[in-house]
């Protein structure tokens, strides 16, 4: 009777110690796949050789995990607690535990943390330094300079050092393609030489993540790829009846529409009048590519254009001859190509700088000679050399 009474109460321990167990795990695995405590977004730093030991910590001290165990257990028993990647990483609010050891353990580029980013402007280039909050997740710009013709500050050549700083290169839309690979030159991080100048409006305007030590000519392909991916889609939606031959026409005209308008809202009509122009067998008259003619997209015109340039005839002076030029002008970015390929539907055929940024559009000579008179008249007031404008 001892015994029976011995193992009655051994196996009900049991069977208690199994159920707290269970109970155990299945509160663990709530916690680790439920949403975290952390109530704004998060760096996540993995130092290069670090522990998921010092990780768990380091993120139960940030108060993004509630429990430094159980990020273990759940890392160990998914078979990734040997595979964590350094860099530094942005969580979510309330991203769990599964999904922060999925995001560490994938590695790829740094997404918060430090970054570097080479722009490569219209005008010249700049590199950033930005550093992200980790409180609010908003980065904040830490220093600057200009890679043509300044010393770079020691905090950007620290921060290019860092390996788990985020590496960029930061294309404007508008730019040339002699632009681009001029910039890529110039950002130190990367390797390999420019054998041969992408075509002109074939690299996309964007932002790309690199690793120190890319490889410029890959850069490029890169680029290119993305711009062909970006124009084939559009072309393929665009709308009936355009007065484009194909696809490299449309971005011709993209790019023109780039270069004369900076105001978003403006874009699609800006190719409606440049579209009703060719509809009407007009010439396009467009300042941006008499300019192209004249710098070949090396660098930018810092005076008027002569009215001998205006007169000269070549390929690019939309003054002189009828359609399009050859070629792009400049590398369009995605809301221009949308543009040329559904521009809004309009009577213009006249558009002129109202002062403000933006342009004033007329259905007829008689309106645009009025919209040009206005424009003579701030040019006065501001002391500018009077510019040729369409139609005048």
Not at 21 to 36: D, E, I, M
Request: glycine residues 8%; negative net charge.
């Amino acid at each position: 009777m001892i015994w029976r009474h011995i193992a009655s109460n051994f196996l009900t321990l049991l069977i208690v110690i199994l159920i707290a167990v269970a109970a155990a795990v299945a509160w663990a695995k709530h916690q680790y796949t439920s949403p975290g405590p952390h109530a704004v977004a998060a760096c996540v730093r993995v130092a290069p050789g670090a522990s998921l030991n010092a990780v768990s910590q380091q993120l139960a001290e940030q108060g993004v995990v509630s429990n430094a165990y159980v990020f273990r257990a759940g890392a160990d028993y998914a078979g990734k607690s040997r595979a964590l990647k350094y860099g530094s990483y942005l969580m979510p609010p309330g991203a769990s535990m599964e999904d922060i050891v999925r995001a560490i353990t994938a590695g790829g580029p740094s997404t918060c943390g430090t970054e570097v980013v080479f722009r490569i402007g219209v005008r010249e280039n700049s590199v950033i330094l930005r550093d992200m909050d980790a409180e609010t997740g908003e980065f904040a710009e830490q220093a600057k300079y200009n890679p043509a013709g300044e010393p770079a500050p020691e905090a950007i050549v620290a921060a290019q050092a860092r390996p788990d700083a985020r590496l960029r290169i930061s294309v404007a839309e508008g730019v040339t393609s002699w632009q681009v690979a001029e910039g890529l030159k110039q950002a130190g991080f990367l390797e390999g030489e420019v054998a041969d100048l992408p075509e002109e409006g074939s690299l996309a305007p964007d932002t790309y993540d690199v690793e120190k030590g890319a490889d410029r000519a890959e850069i490029l392909a890169e680029m290119e790829r993305r711009q062909a991916a970006i124009l084939a889609a559009a072309w393929e939606a665009r709308e009936p009846d355009l007065p484009y031959a194909s696809a490299e026409e449309a971005l011709i005209m993209a790019s023109i529409i780039e270069k004369e308008t900076g105001q978003p809202e403006e874009r699609r009509v800006v190719a409606s009048v440049f579209v009703n122009r060719l509809r009407q067998g007009m010439r396009l008259e467009t300042d941006p590519t008499v300019i192209y003619g004249i710098t070949e997209g090396r660098g930018v015109l810092d005076r008027g254009i002569r009215g001998s340039e205006l007169r000269r005839r070549t390929a690019y002076n939309t003054y002189q001859i009828d359609g399009l030029p050859p070629t792009p002008i400049a590398n369009p970015g995605r809301a221009a190509i949308a543009a040329a390929l559904d521009p809004e539907d309009t009577d213009f055929v006249f558009f002129v700088a109202d002062g403000s940024g933006g342009h004033a559009f007329g259905r007829t000579l008689e309106e645009h000679n009025r919209n040009v008179a206005r424009w003579r008249e701030i040019e006065r007031q501001r002391g500018e050399p009077l510019s040729p404008v369409q139609g005048d």
